[in-house]
């Protein structure tokens, strides 16, 4: 089950929004209209909240909406930031994160494999953890 953030869309003086989840401080982006500002939110969270996961960190507890407004505003009266329109809080679902190992047999040549393990060692990593990091890293 996805947990959900509420995040706090700021519209600025020239246009466009500033994102950020008080619950997660790394997570801040903008957008220059709504809808791109919606994107980049969702970006951003599941970044820093795949941080936590490879850190090892758990996640932060998702505030209630009364909880997230009173940091909202006391982040906005701290940074002397007035909203040019009111500001929302939209929920954004958090990424699954779960870094749990789980053993499964895969089949592979034995020439695939042959590169798996020679590319692993000379990068200094384990078979797993080079297949992990390919995986990661090929684009969806």
Do not use: H
Not at 123 to 129: D, L
């Amino acid at each position: 089950m996805s947990e959900y953030y509420f995040a706090v869309f700021c519209p600025n003086e020239d246009g466009g929004y500033t994102v950020w989840f008080p619950d997660v401080p790394e997570a801040m982006t903008q957008g220059n209209d709504l809808r791109e500002a919606m994107e980049m939110a969702a970006d951003v969270l599941g970044l820093s909240l795949e941080e936590y996961a490879r850190a090892r960190r758990d996640a932060p507890r998702a505030s209630t909406l009364e909880e997230v407004q009173a940091k909202a505003l006391a982040t906005m009266q701290e940074l002397d930031i007035t909203p040019q329109g009111a500001v929302a809080y939209p929920l954004i679902a958090a990424p699954n994160c779960d870094t749990t190992p789980v053993k499964l047999g895969i089949s592979l040549a034995r020439n695939v494999l042959a590169e798996v393990d020679r590319k692993a060692k000379r990068n200094g990593m384990t078979r797993s953890g080079f297949l992990a990091a390919a995986a990661l890293a090929y684009p969806a």
